[in-house]
């Protein structure tokens, strides 16, 4: 049993360096998950200005930019897996359960990056009060899982398929949107100086149900 | 012949009941009326919506496109009644605030539901091959249910809501006047055989177009 | 009281509608079933 267990976890670990190192070969996802949350940022702070005083504005801005950036990117890890026909060879050696573990583990890695740059900049952009930091990150780093276990999910959903890029920003917003909602609430509740309890506790509800329920499907995503 | 007539009369004379012999609830006033068909509606919508995502596991467990059929209609018909629970939902919303939509909890969450299952519906449309189709969709079925109890159940409970109270409660019991629960109940098993009788011919239908494509 | 029979007639025109048409969707889905 140990050794069953650690050779799995040794998979997973495997597949987690692989995809970091062919993303930072090329880093054509980073790339392009930076630029776009940068740039909408920007237009976004340039038309709306500096908003202080609007803890409601601000919060739902900065998951907005933060979901839309995630969708633009999060795609690709299994799409590109299809396109370059690795997936076969990655199935002789790993279950389907390791596979998705190893990406989704990488797409937390991913977005957090891009949420170390952007979220940083939006505070300066948009001259948003200080926040109370272990709220926050709380909040960000719930919201972050929930968008990390929802686009490893319906990405090899949607590799499978052919119209791929709209579908799986349609298909990931409906499921986002109690994360949205939640993080939107408790992220403007932290600078209100409200309690956030309610929301951490669906955030968290919501990722851990959300890991879960996935982690038990992926099994059952591809036919042989 | 004579249970779908069962089914017409049987729903018939509940609204005539609730409307023209059921008192108002005192909170509610003349919009007690609404709840007759809003909550029943809501209600189907959890089990259309439930029923397809245990057709989804059974279709992943078995393979036998037939749970696939059941999967898929019963996910179309908790769209529909999901579309009627909102619309009486926000109709009550008027007579009772003034305004059509307020983002209210409760409002939001069975709005998110509609959308969940719309992206199921497009999922769907957008997958060639029987099997490829069954499968995923299963798969996104089944992760979609998760998120419709706690929207539905819990996110009320949580945060402050405009909503009436829940009137079936968390310890089960019922509050109403007796006429009222009558009715209420009444409508329930109403729809609750409306929903089976649509069920059986949407599946009908989709084990028909398979036929036909065969 | 009056309000209420004019609320009870349009639901039950608008049930009687939604009916009839199921009714008909099933006697086209038994006809094509037939063949």
């Known amino acids: 049993m140990p050794n069953a267990a650690s050779s799995s976890a040794a998979t997973v670990w495997a597949i987690l360096r692989k995809e970091c190192r062919s993303e930072w070969r090329t880093r054509y996802g980073l790339n392009a998950a930076v630029l776009f ?13 500096r908003m202080p005083d609007r803890p ?13 950036a995630a969708l633009a990117s999060m795609s690709h890890a299994f799409v590109r897996e299809m396109e370059s026909r690795t997936l076969l060879l990655l199935r002789l050696v790993a279950s389907p359960t390791e596979i998705a573990l190893g990406k989704l583990l990488f797409n937390i890695a991913f977005l957090l990056v891009v949420e170390a740059i952007t979220v940083p900049l939006f505070l300066v952009l948009t001259g948003a009060p200080p926040v109370r930091l272990t709220q926050f990150l709380t909040i960000l780093g719930l919201g972050t899982l929930s968008l990390a276990a929802s686009s490893t999910l319906v990405g090899a959903v949607i590799a499978q398929t052919r119209s791929r890029g709209a579908l799986f920003a349609g298909v990931s917003l409906p499921l986002l949107l109690p994360v949205l909602a939640s993080g939107v609430a408790g992220t403007r509740a932290q600078w209100d100086g409200m309690p956030i309890l309610a929301d951490v506790r669906l955030l968290a509800a919501y990722a851990v149900a959300l890991l879960g329920v996935s982690l038990l499907l992926y099994d059952h995503l591809w036919e042989d | 012949m004579i249970w779908r007539i069962g089914i017409f009369l049987w729903i018939a004379a509940t609204m005539a009941v609730a409307l023209l012999a059921a008192p108002l609830v005192p909170v509610l006033q003349e919009t007690t009326r609404v709840l007759y068909f809003h909550i029943p509606s809501a209600w189907i919508t959890v089990v259309a919506l439930g029923w397809s995502m245990l057709n989804s596991v059974l279709y992943l467990w078995r393979r036998d496109l037939r749970r696939d059929d059941h999967a898929a209609a019963a996910a179309e018909l908790g769209f529909l009644f999901c579309i009627a629970a909102t619309v009486t939902g926000s109709i009550w919303a008027k007579s009772m605030w003034g305004s059509w939509w307020n983002w209210d909890p409760r409002e939001t969450s069975i709005f998110f539901v509609l959308l969940i299952y719309g992206a199921y519906l497009a999922l769907r449309a957008s997958i060639e091959g029987e099997e490829k189709r069954a499968r995923l969709s299963a798969v996104y079925s089944i992760v979609a249910f998760v998120a419709v109890p706690p929207l539905m159940f819990v996110v009320p409970r949580i945060y402050q809501s405009l909503h009436p109270d829940p009137i079936i409660n968390s310890s089960g019991k ?8 009558w009715c209420f109940f009444s409508m329930l098993v109403g729809f609750t055989f409306l929903f089976s009788w649509l069920q059986s011919l949407r599946v009908r239908v989709f084990r028909l177009e398979r036929r036909l494509a065969a | 009281m009056d309000r209420n029979w004019v609320v009870l007639g349009v639901s039950l025109l608008v049930w009687g ?16 079933e037939r063949r």
């Open chain 1, 37 to 49: 949350a940068v740039t909408s940022l920007t237009a976004v702070t340039f038309s709306a200005g």
């Open chain 2, 174 to 181: 019922i509050d109403m006047d007796p006429m009222i629960r």
């Open chain 3, 17 to 32: 509608l939604l009916f009839t048409w199921i009714l008909r969707l099933e006697r086209r889905v038994r006809e094509v």
């Open chain 1, 56 to 68: 409601d504005l601000l919060a739902a801005l900065l998951w907005i930019t933060l979901l839309f």
